[in-house]
C-alpha cells in the first residue's frame, strides 16, 4: 500500500495522488500511515523520539492539519510515562495561551497506545535557527531575539500562574512560525503544582543537561525560577552562538551548572550591551534567590535592556532562519510601542518575508525533547550519554536518575552518516550605534520604562518586589544604554568640569519639553556637590513648572564628604517631581471620559549630561510629594558612620522619599549591590 504525504490517501500502486497530484509513498511496516485516528487520516511520519512518533493528519473534507503524538509499545506499558505523556495535555489545557502550542484532543488508539491530537505549525525550530546563524556567522538581531524571548516569557507567565513549570526548556522546545510568532512545545515532563501534585520527586532528574538549572542537575525541587534560568541560557546562546558552559563528560556538564559562573556573553559577542549581558547573568544566577522573581519581571527588564537598540537590530526572527528582509505589517524596526503602553509585548508579526525557504519543516512536539527526532536531517547519535545520566546520579548521591531518551544537544536522527557539522563560529562584533540625543518633545524610552517599573514594584509583594528591584540595580549597574545628552555635548574633561552645552528647543505651550540643562557653575561629575545639585534642580524644575512639587531623590556613588563621583559605573543622581495642577485635567472633558494626563518629570545629573525630561502619558495621582530635605548628603553619612558604616574607600546610594502609605519622610543609605550589602539603614529626615 501506498499513502499521500499531503492528503492521507491510500492506493494499492505506486505514483501520483488523484487528489492532488503528489506522489504518494510506500506505507511500509508502519501500519498507522493511511490509517484514520479521531477525525483524521495519517498522512506521513514527521518524527520519531524515545517516547513514540508523531505523524501529520488531515481532515479528509475539510483538509485541516494536526500533528498526531503517539507513545510507544514500550513506553505504554510504564504507567508513570504514560501519566506523563498526558500531563502535557492537561498542563497546555489549563495554560490555555496563544503562544503555546494547542491541544486538540487526546485518546487511546485500539492496541491500547496513547495519542495526543495538536496543532501543527509550520516554521522551524529556535535551535535550527541558531544553528543556521552560526553555520552563515550571521549573529542573530537582538531586538528580533528580545520580541521573542518577551513572547515566550508571556507563555511561561501564564504557565506559572496556574502552578506549571516547564522544566524542559530550550531552543528546540520554542517553534519559531514562518510569521516570527514563538510557540512552546513539550510540556510532557511540566510540573503541575496544581493539578494532582508535583509529578517528581526529589532526587530525579529530568531535562536537558546544558539547559537545567543547578538545583536542577544536582536533583534538588524545582519552582518556576527553574525555568527563568532556562531563558537565561537560551538567550546566551541565541546572542553568541555558543551555550554557556561545555564540557567532554555529562558529570562535567552538570558539575559546571551547579558551581562554575557562567563566562561574560560580551567576550564571544562584543556588540552586546551591559544591560543585556546584566539580564542575561541574572537570569543565570546559581541560587534561584538572585534570580528574576517572575517571567514577568524578566520580561520588564529585557524590555528595559533593548528598549534603545538600533534600527538594525529589530530585524525579527523567522522560522525561515534568514534575518534580512521584514514580514509586511506589523513588525517595525524599532522596539514595539506596546512595550512603552504597558510593559507587555503585544505586536505580532504578521506574514513571513518573500522567497525565504524554511530551514526545516517540523511538527508541534520537539526533536530533541525525548518525544520526537527531526527528519530528514541527520545527526550523530549521543544516546549512551544518558545512560550517563543515571551513572552521574547514582555517584553523586545515590539518587536515582530517571532519563528521558534524549541527547544533550540533538537526538539520534532517522537517516544515517550524517554531514559532520561546522565548528562553531563567534559572531562578528557589530559596530555599537552611536549616542542618540533626545530632542525636543520625543518621549523618552528609557524614563517610560523606568517609570512601569516602578509601577510594577508597587504591586508585588515585599519579597517580589525587593528580587525584582535588586534585578534592575544590577542591569543599570552594568552600564547603561544610552547617553541621552544634547548633540553639541561634550566629554567631560577628566582633569577638571566638563562642558555641557544645553539645547536650545523651542517653547511648548503647557508642559515640559525634553532638554538639557546648563550644569551648575563649577560643575564637575568626579565631585558634584550632592546637596547643591539638589538646590539646583529644585529651581530648574519650578522655572519649568511653577507649581512642580518634589516627589523623590535618588543619588548614586556618594562619598562620605557629601560629594558624589558621577564617571564610577554610570552613576547618576536623579529628582523627581509631579505638577498638581496637572493631576486635575482639563475640565472641559466630561467626567467619563478618560484623559491621558501627563504631571511627572524628572531632573537628572551624569557624567555626560544634565538633562530634564518628562515622563510620557504618566500621572500618578496618588503621588506623595515631600518637603526639600533638611538633613545634606554628608549629615546622612555622618549618621550611618555611627550605626557601623565603613567610612575608607566607599561610595554609597542615598534615596529620599516618603512611603505611599503614609508615616514620615526618610533617607536611605545603602553600601553594596542588593543581594550582598555592606551597610543599609533608613534615617528620619528629623534626625539631623
Not at 488 to 494: F, G, I, N, Q, V
Request: include cysteine; charged fraction near 20%.
Amino acid at each position: 500500500m501506498f499513502v499521500c504525504p499531503e492528503c492521507g490517501g491510500a492506493q494499492p500502486v505506486d505514483g501520483p495522488c488523484p487528489a492532488d497530484g503528489t506522489r504518494v509513498a510506500a506505507i511500509g511496516e508502519d501500519v498507522l500511515l493511511g490509517a484514520t485516528i479521531g477525525a483524521y487520516r495519517v498522512a506521513r511520519l514527521l518524527g520519531i523520539g524515545g517516547m513514540g512518533r508523531v505523524y501529520k493528519g488531515v481532515h479528509p473534507t475539510i483538509g485541516s492539519r494536526v500533528a498526531i503524538k503517539v507513545l510507544s509499545r514500550e513506553c505504554t506499558d510504564r504507567r508513570d510515562l504514560v501519566e506523563r505523556f498526558f500531563s502535557e495535555a492537561k498542563a497546555v489545557n489549563l495554560i490555555r495561551h496563544e503562544s503555546i502550542v494547542n491541544v486538540l484532543d487526546l485518546a487511546v488508539l485500539p492496541d491500547g497506545r496513547p495519542y495526543i491530537i495538536m496543532e501543527y505549525l509550520d516554521g522551524a525550530p529556535l535551535a535550527s535557527i541558531v544553528d543556521h546563524s552560526v553555520q552563515r556567522r550571521m549573529p542573530i538581531p537582538l531586538g528580533g531575539l528580545a520580541r521573542l524571548a518577551v513572547e515566550v516569557l508571556d507563555a511561561l507567565g501564564a504557565a506559572h500562574a496556574k502552578g506549571i513549570v516547564h522544566r524542559d526548556l530550550k531552543p528546540d522546545n520554542i517553534f519559531v512560525t514562518p510569521s516570527g510568532r514563538p510557540k512552546v512545545l513539550d510540556f510532557g515532563i511540566a510540573k503541575l503544582t496544581e493539578v494532582g501534585g508535583g509529578s517528581t520527586r526529589t532526587g530525579s532528574l529530568l531535562g536537558t543537561p546544558h539547559y537545567m538549572s543547578p538545583e536542577q542537575a544536582a536533583g534538588k525541587p524545582v519552582d518556576h525560577r527553574t525555568d527563568i534560568y532556562a531563558i537565561g541560557v537560551i538567550l546566551f546562546e541565541c546572542a553568541t552562538g555558543h551555550k554557556p558552559f561545555q564540557a567532554d563528560s555529562l558529570f562535567d556538564l552538570l558539575r559546571k551548572q551547579v558551581e562554575s559562573p557562567p563566562p561574560l556573553p560580551r567576550s564571544l559577542r562584543p556588540d552586546l550591551s551591559p544591560g543585556f549581558e546584566g539580564l542575561i547573568l541574572t537570569a543565570l544566577a546559581k541560587s534561584p534567590d538572585e534570580r528574576f522573581a517572575s517571567a514577568h519581571a524578566m520580561s520588564m527588564a529585557l524590555q528595559h535592556a533593548t528598549s534603545q537598540l538600533p534600527p538594525d537590530q529589530w530585524t525579527p526572527i523567522v522560522g525561515s532562519g534568514e534575518h534580512r528582509a521584514q514580514p509586511s505589517g506589523g513588525w517595525q524596526p524599532t522596539p514595539p510601542a506596546s512595550w512603552a503602553r504597558d510593559g507587555r509585548s503585544h505586536a505580532r508579526p504578521s506574514a513571513q518575508p518573500p522567497n525565504q525557504p524554511l530551514i526545516g519543516h517540523q511538527s508541534t512536539v520537539s526533536a530533541s525533547s525525548g518525544q520526537v527526532q527531526r527528519q530528514p536531517a541527520a545527526q550523530p547519535s549521543r544516546k549512551g550519554l544518558w545512560f550517563a545520566v543515571a551513572a552521574v546520579a547514582i555517584v553523586i548521591g545515590g539518587i536515582a536518575a530517571i532519563a528521558i531518551a534524549t541527547s544533550s544537544s540533538k537526538p539520534e536522527q532517522v537517516a544515517a552518516n550524517p554531514p559532520a557539522p561546522p565548528p562553531p563560529v563567534a559572531p562578528e562584533p557589530a559596530k555599537p550605534a552611536p549616542n542618540a540625543p533626545v530632542t525636543p518633545g520625543e518621549a523618552d524610552p528609557l524614563a517610560e520604562i523606568d517609570k512601569h517599573l516602578e509601577a510594577e514594584l508597587a504591586q508585588l509583594p515585599p519579597d517580589a518586589r525587593k528580587q525584582l528591584e535588586a534585578a534592575r540595580q544590577r542591569i543599570q549597574r552594568a552600564g547603561k544604554q544610552v547617553k541621552l545628552a544634547a548633540p553639541d555635548a561634550e566629554d567631560p574633561d577628566p582633569a577638571g568640569p566638563a562642558v555641557v552645552k544645553p539645547a536650545k528647543p523651542p517653547p511648548v505651550a503647557g508642559w515640559v519639553v525634553n532638554q538639557a540643562l546648563q550644569p551648575p557653575a563649577g560643575w564637575n561629575p568626579k565631585r558634584v556637590d550632592v546637596d547643591r545639585f539638589i538646590a539646583f534642580a529644585l529651581a530648574e524644575a519650578r522655572k519649568a513648572v511653577p507649581d512642580a512639587q518634589l516627589e523623590r531623590i535618588d543619588a548614586e556613588g556618594v562619598m562620605p564628604d557629601g560629594h558624589a563621583n558621577l564617571t564610577l559605573a554610570d552613576f547618576s543622581i536623579e529628582l523627581r517631581f509631579v505638577s498638581p495642577s496637572r493631576m486635575k485635567g482639563d475640565p472641559s472633558v466630561p467626567i467619563g471620559v478618560e484623559q491621558k494626563l501627563e504631571c511627572e518629570f524628572r531632573i537628572e545629573g551624569e557624567a555626560k549630561s544634565v538633562r530634564l525630561y518628562r515622563v510620557p502619558t504618566s500621572c500618578d495621582k496618588k503621588a506623595r510629594t515631600v518637603k526639600a530635605p533638611k538633613c545634606t548628603a554628608k549629615q546622612i553619612w555622618q549618621l550611618s558612620a555611627g550605626k557601623g558604616a565603613p567610612t575608607g574607600n566607599v561610595v554609597a546610594d542615598l534615596s529620599y522619599y516618603g512611603s505611599s502609605t503614609g508615616g514620615r519622610v526618610r533617607w536611605y543609605l545603602d553600601i553594596g549591590e542588593p543581594g550582598d550589602k555592606v551597610f543599609s539603614h533608613a534615617f528620619e529626615d528629623d534626625d539631623c
